[in-house]
Each structure stands twice: as structure tokens, then as C-alpha cells.
């Protein structure tokens, strides 16, 4: 099994930036897929980004040109860079690994 544990959650003013990370630990010598999903109070749980272990990635429509995702594999570490954050970006960020185990998720709040 993979244990995930997400951190650098935090409030921000509007334009802003955060940076995510999340670290795998367990069975992790079968991870390909790394990414980023969100749930907003009273929404459902949206896709942000993913990144392959051999470096695909792929970004949702909202985010583009504004977060970007990266890994270190040695580290078995996946980060989110988010810049110029606004208000509906607020929501619970969560880890997912191979479209199957996810972590606890962190907080981002953006205040206008």
C-alpha cells in the first residue's frame, strides 16, 4: 500500500502563491501517475494536474498558466506551484496516486 501526507496548505490574498507538496511513502516502487485534485465546499471533487513518472503532464483548463506540477522521483515527492491564486481556488487540495489512493489533503484558502 502507498501512504501519501500533503502539506503547504495555508490562506493567502488574492494573487498570491502556495506551493504544495506530497510525499509517498510504503509501496511505492509502482508509482506512475502523481497528481493534484481539489473539492470546494458544496462542489465536487475536480481535477487539477498530473504528472507521469516519465514526466507527462497535464493541467485542467482553470489552472493553466498559473500552477504548475513537478516530481522528484528520488524523493517520491509530487508539488504543485500555485501563482497568482484567486478566490475560487479555495478549496481542500488532495494527492492521488495512479488514480487510485489518496492522501488527507490540505487546505488552501484565497481571501479577495
Known amino acids: 500500500q502507498v501512504q501519501l501526507v500533503e502539506s503547504g496548505g495555508g490562506l493567502v490574498q488574492a494573487g498570491g502563491s502556495l506551493r504544495l507538496s506530497c510525499a509517498a511513502s510504503?509501496?511505492?516502487?509502482?508509482?506512475?501517475?502523481m497528481g493534484w485534485y481539489r473539492q470546494a465546499p458544496g462542489k465536487q471533487r475536480e481535477f487539477v494536474a498530473h504528472i507521469s513518472r516519465g514526466g507527462s503532464i497535464i493541467y485542467a483548463d482553470s489552472v493553466k498558466g498559473r500552477f504548475t506540477i513537478s516530481r522528484d522521483n528520488a524523493k517520491n515527492t509530487v508539488y504543485l506551484q500555485m501563482n497568482s491564486l484567486k478566490p475560487e481556488d479555495t478549496a481542500v487540495y488532495y494527492c492521488?496516486?495512479?488514480?487510485?489512493?489518496w492522501g488527507r489533503g490540505t487546505q488552501v484558502s484565497v481571501s479577495s
Open positions: 510504503g509501496s511505492i516502487f509502482s508509482i506512475n501517475v
Open positions: 492521488n496516486v495512479d488514480f487510485g489512493t
